[in-house]
């Protein structure tokens, strides 16, 4: 045993402090990248004295790593809690309120807006001087094509980019019924238009909307290509009355207001057939869905 070289007896420690470097190392290799990195190279066969660095690296680079893991626990232990709980944060209640606020603000409701602010503008500016000066009936009639064409916009847009609101779904068939019954009466009040035609646009427009409520637990009577005519014919029908037209534009101004009346009755009846059908097919589906329940 006194005979064996000192060289070989340093080597086989050095060989023995490697292998226990090398462990240590790999026991902390998960943690930290450095004290894998550091052990990769001890195993190799580096120096002797590599082991106990590695060793040494590799447990501070994964005190680090833990320590740094540690801190970014609670954070992400609360939003799991949020979410667990399925409760929304207080922050993203707030920011989508904000949303939904700010979103009634867009351009489609604006246009609203300015449709319903044109009502009294135009009531003015129709009954001014009388009702009879051509430079105020001129300015009603801009008002009124203003509002019209607006009518044709706002809804597309907000259909095309997403820009439906409550607001929109409220305010926007009240302004169109504002503006079109606004200008009906003030001709009917002129003597321009005989009252029994403001009555049958109008009673037609109140008695479609009422049974729109009515048969909503059923479902939504969809707007028909015919309707859709029909508010462009009454546009320009009542738009020529607006303006003081004589000669053979006051001729085909009647023409065309009579194409609207009959628009405006022939639809009005296509909508209480829509809605005559749409009732039945709801109720009897409520009647079959109760028995397949009790069956």
């Not at 997403?162 to 609101?165: A, S």
């Given at each position: 045993m006194t005979g064996v070289p000192a060289s070989a007896a340093g080597g086989?420690?050095?060989a023995r402090r490697a292998a226990a470097g090398?462990?240590?190392a790999a026991s902390t290799a998960a943690p930290g990248k450095v004290a894998g990195t550091a052990a990769a190279r001890s195993s190799d066969g580096?120096?002797?004295?590599a082991g106990p660095g590695a060793s040494s690296g590799g447990r501070h680079g994964g005190t680090a790593g833990a320590a740094a893991a540690d801190e970014a626990v609670p954070g992400e232990d609360a939003g799991l809690d949020a979410q667990d709980d399925g409760k929304t944060?207080?922050?993203?209640?707030?920011a989508a309120a904000a949303v939904n606020q700010a979103s009634v603000w867009n351009i489609a409701n604006l246009l609203t807006m300015l449709r319903l602010v044109l009502v009294p503008a135009f009531v003015v500016l129709m009954l001014a001087d009388g009702g009879y000066d051509p430079a105020w009936r001129s300015l009603a009639w801009a008002a009124f094509a203003i509002a019209m064409i607006t009518d044709l916009f706002d809804g597309h847009l907000a259909r095309t980019y997403?820009?439906?609101?409550d607001f929109g779904k409220i305010a926007d068939p009240i302004a169109d019924k504002a503006i079109m019954g606004a200008a009906l009466i003030c001709l009917s009040a002129l003597g321009d238009l005989p009252w029994w035609v403001t009555g049958i646009i109008l009673g037609r427009e109140l008695g479609v909307t009422l049974l729109r409520f009515w048969v909503i637990?059923?479902?939504v009577i969809p707007a028909s290509r015919g309707g859709k005519l029909k508010t462009l014919i009454q546009g320009v029908a009542v738009g020529m009355y607006v303006l003081a037209l004589t000669g053979?534009?006051?001729t085909l101004r009647w023409w065309v207001m009579a194409a609207a009346v009959v628009l405006t009755v022939v639809t009005g009846l296509d909508y209480v057939k829509q809605a005559i059908v749409l009732r039945r097919q709801g109720i009897a589906e409520r009647k079959a869905a109760l028995e397949e329940k009790e069956a």
């Open positions: 086989s420690s050095g090398a462990a240590a580096g120096a002797p004295g944060p207080r922050g993203a209640k707030i997403n820009l439906v609101t637990r059923y479902g053979w534009l006051a």
